[in-house]
């Protein structure tokens, strides 16, 4: 198992990297960074939860997000 992840503790390239296997065409290790400085919750390592990213990014583009 030397080259599993840890879904609770990415680094933000592999966040990057995971989700353009996944098929998104949009992230880059910027736009992560800008979601961290935006709010986006990340663990006391300075990694990130999968799980986590998305809980917030749901909330912050979902019907009940506040629009600037």
């Given at each position: 198992?030397?080259?599993?992840?840890?879904?609770?503790?990415?680094?933000?390239?592999?966040?990057?990297?995971?989700?353009?296997?996944?098929?998104?065409r949009?992230?880059t290790?910027?736009?992560?960074?800008?979601?961290?400085?935006?709010?986006?919750?990340?663990?006391?390592?300075?990694t990130?939860?999968?799980?986590?990213?998305?809980?917030w990014?749901?909330?912050?583009?979902?019907?009940?997000?506040?629009?600037?």
């Amino acid at each position: 198992m030397e080259n599993s992840i840890k879904l609770t503790a990415l680094t933000v390239q592999q966040m990057a990297a995971l989700l353009k296997k996944a098929g998104s065409r949009t992230i880059t290790e910027e736009g992560l960074a800008a979601d961290i400085e935006a709010g986006c919750p990340v663990n006391d390592d300075g990694t990130l939860s999968l799980y986590d990213y998305v809980a917030w990014l749901v909330k912050e583009t979902g019907p009940n997000a506040s629009r600037d």
